[in-house]
């Protein structure tokens, strides 16, 4: 449909002011909130996903599509029938691990995860192992996001993971890890459930891990 | 303009490679080309071991390597004394450490090292307190409080090099201004104090990278930064610099841009 195509685009490219008066015309229209996120919020973060991924789009405007993406989503809540959408994709507590102050790619994550419809619990940075454990228990998340710059702090990734184990909600939950110093093999090393190279690739991991 | 050559950083997945390896010749290559191509010091970095011990292990086999290659000092970066100090045991000449920053337990732990094995000490302006303050004025308060916390050890000024931190302008356009603000404000209210900085991660998330390198470190020298961290065989940035220093009013009578320019290394 054109007006889903168009809101597709106008998240895309970052334009918010226009994306959100569209979200709002095609509400009217009697279009489902669920079709606007998949046809219009999720197919406008799929293609700038795909541009990036060529090195055809950059950091800016996956920050601006992403803060357009959780707009249009504010402006559909009220009409989502089967309540929030979070409620279907998942919540995700996410942070930069213990002693490590760095939070850039982090923000690009949490902006992005958030767009694609995720609920997205920020503890920011230098975050204890204790802090995630509890906070994953009180939102029920199904999904924790470690992040590390810093390469000794890879270590309280590990620590982390552990404190999983021992609180015994290991496998209630999925773990993924990203960060300069983080690969896949520094992700099997720790046991993690996934890893992501940056922010489209992270919300792709984080749609598999939900599901 | 003292030059940080960056290349033996085990970030880069050659480099990790080498050392995995015990590739001398390779890390040894790295050294002599960036000695010839005019670093002042050579950055060593092997911080993917996940334990303190073994990135040890790693340094006591870099320091002799490189400076066998290459007969400069080294800037040892490790977040560990214990590699820190094994590192500073083998090294010739005075080394530069990276780095503290306002962790009292880091200062509290390196700055005695440093004073030691009398080197220079590199200092982030930023701490597990204060993260990295998104204004200069926080930055420069955390390099304050490193200063006096290095008077308290008798450590002096001048071989303390401020590092303002830079964050990518792709995700906050105004993070080059806090930089080049801090870098100025630090040169000026913490004088003998010196600055430095790698420069890449200002342009982290845009394409065409190098071009916003090069206008970030002419922009740097002209707010007063003393040692950059580059890649010294970079032709194209080490033809920008004299231009920058020049222009800075950090060249007398022009005589740097003329030896560049009669050695052809303003050709590129």
């Known amino acids: 449909m054109e007006g889903l195509k168009k809101l597709a685009e106008y998240v895309e490219y970052g334009k918010r002011q226009e994306a959100k008066s569209l979200a709002q015309k095609l509400l009217g229209e009697n279009i489902s909130p669920d079709t606007i996120v998949k046809e219009g919020i999720m197919a406008g973060l799929n293609a700038l996903g795909e541009r990036f991924e060529k090195f055809e789009a950059f950091v800016p405007e996956l920050m601006v599509a992403g803060r357009a993406a959780k707009e249009v989503l504010e402006v559909l809540k009220p009409k989502m029938t089967q309540g929030p959408l979070h409620k279907i994709k998942g919540t995700v507590v996410i942070g930069t691990v213990e002693g490590d102050v760095h939070d850039v790619g982090k923000n690009i994550v949490a902006m992005v995860i958030e767009g694609g419809g995720f609920k997205v619990i920020d503890l920011g940075v230098d975050v204890p192992p204790s802090k995630f454990i509890k906070e994953v228990k009180y939102h029920e998340a199904n999904i924790l996001a470690l992040s590390a710059l810093y390469t000794p702090t890879r270590l309280a990734m590990k620590g982390t993971l552990e404190l999983l184990r021992t609180e015994g909600i290991r496998d209630s939950i999925k773990v993924m890890v990203g960060g300069a110093p983080i690969d896949q093999n520094f992700c099997d090393l720790i046991g993690a459930d996934g890893y992501a190279p940056d922010a489209p690739a992270a919300l792709k991991l984080a749609e598999r891990l939900a599901n | 303009m003292e030059i940080v050559g960056e290349k033996i950083n085990t970030t880069r997945q050659k480099v990790e490679e080498a050392v995995r390896g015990r590739n001398a010749a390779f890390i040894q290559e790295l050294a002599r080309a960036q000695a010839e191509a005019g670093a002042h010091y050579l950055e060593v970095n092997s911080g993917m071991p996940l334990y303190p011990e073994e990135e040890s292990e790693d340094f006591a086999w870099l320091v002799p390597l490189i400076q066998t290659a290459a007969d400069i000092p080294l800037c040892i970066d490790s977040a560990y004394p214990l590699v820190i100090e094994t590192a500073l045991k083998l090294h010739k000449g005075k080394a530069m450490i990276n780095s503290i920053n306002g962790d009292p337990y880091r200062i509290e732990s390196i700055l005695p090292l440093a004073?030691?094995?009398?080197?220079?000490?590199?200092?982030?302006?930023?701490?597990?307190?204060?993260?990295?303050?998104?204004?200069?004025?926080?930055?420069?308060?955390?390099?304050?409080?490193?200063?006096?916390?290095?008077?308290?050890?008798?450590?002096?000024?001048?071989?303390?090099?401020?590092?303002?931190?830079?964050?990518?302008?792709?995700?906050?356009?105004?993070?080059?201004?806090?930089?080049?603000?801090?870098?100025?404000?630090?040169?000026?209210?913490?004088?003998?104090?010196?600055?430095?900085?790698?420069?890449?991660?200002?342009?982290?998330?845009?394409?065409?990278?190098?071009?916003?390198?090069?206008?970030?470190?002419?922009?740097?020298?002209?707010?007063?930064?003393?040692?950059?961290?580059?890649?010294?065989?970079?032709?194209?940035?080490m033809a920008m610099l004299p231009v920058a220093e020049l222009i800075s009013g950090r060249d007398a009578d022009c005589m740097d841009y003329l030896t560049a320019y009669r050695k052809g290394k303003l050709n590129y």
């Open chain 2, 115 to 237: 004073k030691k094995f009398d080197c220079k000490v590199i200092a982030l302006t930023s701490s597990r307190e204060d993260g990295i303050p998104a204004t200069s004025s926080g930055r420069v308060e955390i390099a304050e409080k490193i200063a006096k916390m290095a008077q308290s050890h008798a450590f002096p000024l001048e071989n303390i090099y401020f590092d303002p931190l830079v964050l990518p302008l792709s995700t906050n356009d105004q993070n080059g201004r806090v930089f080049l603000e801090t870098m100025r404000e630090i040169k000026k209210s913490l004088s003998p104090a010196k600055t430095t900085s790698g420069l890449s991660n200002i342009s982290y998330g845009l394409p065409k990278r190098k071009r916003i390198n090069h206008a970030f470190l002419a922009l740097a020298v002209w707010c007063g930064m003393d040692a950059a961290i580059l890649d010294p065989t970079d032709k194209e940035i």
